[in-house]
């Protein structure tokens, strides 16, 4: 039996350096910046004791954790009803930068799309893996990350028009 080689950092170091990009990549797949302080907390806990044991790499593991649980979280949520408001969210306000503004676009429609989705447009396009990747990250088919994938991009289209409005405008693919 092989022993993984001891991580490069330590685990208080690894927090410090890379704590603040894994609670990007949970608030995007989360939606709450509340829940992803939870994830990211919850995640390094279950890494904290196996520190030593996860080998070069211990951001993918930590990352990996994070996925797992994101998606048992959502599916006991997904037992509770949603809850829907009259009104979609204020669009940002004038006098923000585009960039700002399609950052703040984004997150709103983000926000909007079941777990599932959200998750999956996470792990492709911000964590940029392989559909192969995404399927073995959230225990799924690469065929079921592919429609859901499509469901999400097609749903974001719905929800958020104006940034493909916005992408045109700067001269992308219409």
């Known amino acids: 039996m092989s022993r993984r080689p001891a991580p490069a950092v330590g685990f208080e170091e ?8 894994l609670l990007r990549a949970a608030y995007l797949l989360t939606g709450d910046a509340h829940a992803a302080e939870d994830l990211v907390q919850a995640a390094l806990e279950r890494c904290a004791g196996r520190w030593d044991k996860l080998g070069e790499q211990p951001e993918a593991y930590v990352r990996r954790v994070m996925y797992h649980l994101n998606v048992s979280w959502w599916r ?3 037992s509770r009803p949603e809850s829907l408001v009259e009104e979609p969210p204020e669009t940002p306000a004038a006098g923000h930068d585009e960039a700002t503004v399609v950052a ?3 997150q709103g429609a983000l926000r909007r799309l079941t777990a599932r989705q959200r998750t ?3 792990l492709r396009f911000y964590e940029d893996l392989s559909e192969a990747q995404v399927a073995d990250a959230m225990g799924c ?7 859901q994938t499509s469901a999400a991009l097609r749903r974001l289209r719905q929800l958020a028009p104006e940034l493909d409005e916005l992408r045109v405008r700067q ?3 219409s």
Do not use: E, M, Q, Y
Not at 14 to 21: K, L, P
Not at 141 to 147: A, C, D, L, N, Y
């Open 14 to 21: 690894f927090v410090v350096v890379r704590g603040h990009a």
């Open 76 to 78: 006991r949520r997904r």
């Open 171 to 173: 001269g992308g693919v």
């Open 120 to 122: 999956v447009l996470v």
């Open 141 to 147: 088919s690469v065929g079921t990350v592919k429609s």
């Open 104 to 106: 703040l676009l984004l």
